[in-house]
C-alpha cells in the first residue's frame, strides 16, 4: 500500500532586508547560476531543517483531541 503525502503548495512571501545583504545574495545567485529568489528560498528551507534537527522548532501534539468534549 502506497502512502500519500501532502501535495507541495508554494507560498509567496515579501521581505526586505539591507542593500548590502541584497548584493552580496545576488553576487552569490550569480555565482551558482540561480535566480537570487530560488537562493533565498533554498536557504530558508535548509535553515528550517537545522532548526527541526536542532529541536528549535515544535510542533503540537497531532494525537491530542483539543475538542471540549469529555
Known amino acids: 500500500?502506497?502512502?500519500r503525502e501532502?501535495?507541495?503548495v508554494t507560498k509567496?512571501?515579501?521581505i526586505s532586508i539591507p542593500d548590502l545583504t541584497h548584493e552580496k545574495l545576488q553576487r552569490w545567485a550569480d555565482i551558482e547560476g540561480?535566480?537570487?529568489a530560488?537562493?533565498?528560498a533554498y536557504l530558508?528551507?535548509?535553515e528550517v531543517e537545522i532548526a527541526e534537527?536542532?529541536?528549535k522548532l515544535k510542533y503540537p501534539d497531532e494525537?491530542?483531541?483539543h475538542s471540549s468534549q469529555p
Do not use: F, H
Open 1 to 3: 500500500m502506497k502512502i
Open 53 to 55: 534537527k536542532e529541536g
Open 44 to 46: 530558508l528551507r535548509r
Open 34 to 36: 540561480t535566480s537570487l
Open 6 to 8: 501532502k501535495p507541495v
Open 38 to 40: 530560488d537562493l533565498a
Open 63 to 65: 494525537n491530542i483531541n
Open 12 to 14: 509567496r512571501v515579501s
